[in-house]
């Protein structure tokens, strides 16, 4: 009796271990997948973002509390992704923030904002204003 119960949870600690294989491929992946994403800490305005990303050329203009925002896609950055990672700018080219995936991610509140949706635009498209000490 005791044999035959040792054998079923032998049996079930292995299906388990199978079933943790797959689990533990996607959080391997996703690593990798996020390293590619992040930005490195050079990357601090939207010219060194596109010197860094150039084939990123999507990009949403977003207006939130009087103040403008970019928001430039890049590549999807986990296996189960809803949406493509995202590089937040504001009106300056200053990167902001960015998000692993659009489509889950609420940290950049104003990115998922849709009131605060004014449409789609290249990055090339995008004038940031110069800094306000620049403009006296």
Do not use: C
């Amino acid at each position: 009796m005791l044999k035959t119960l040792w054998k079923i949870v032998q049996v079930l600690l292995m299906l388990l271990g199978l079933l943790a294989l797959p689990i533990l491929w996607m959080k391997y992946q996703d690593a990798g997948l996020r390293r590619s994403a992040e930005p490195p800490w050079e990357v601090r305005t939207l010219t060194d973002f596109r010197k860094w990303r150039p084939q990123h050329d999507q990009a949403m203009k977003l207006e939130s509390g009087g103040f403008i925002y970019y928001l430039v896609f890049g590549e999807r950055s986990r296996v189960l992704a809803s949406g493509k990672s995202g590089y937040l700018f504001d009106e300056r080219g200053n990167l902001i923030g960015w998000v692993l995936d659009t489509g889950d991610d609420s940290y950049l509140r104003v990115a998922i904002d849709q009131s605060a949706r004014k449409g789609s635009l290249s990055t090339g498209q995008i004038v940031v204003s110069p800094p306000a000490e620049a403009k006296k």
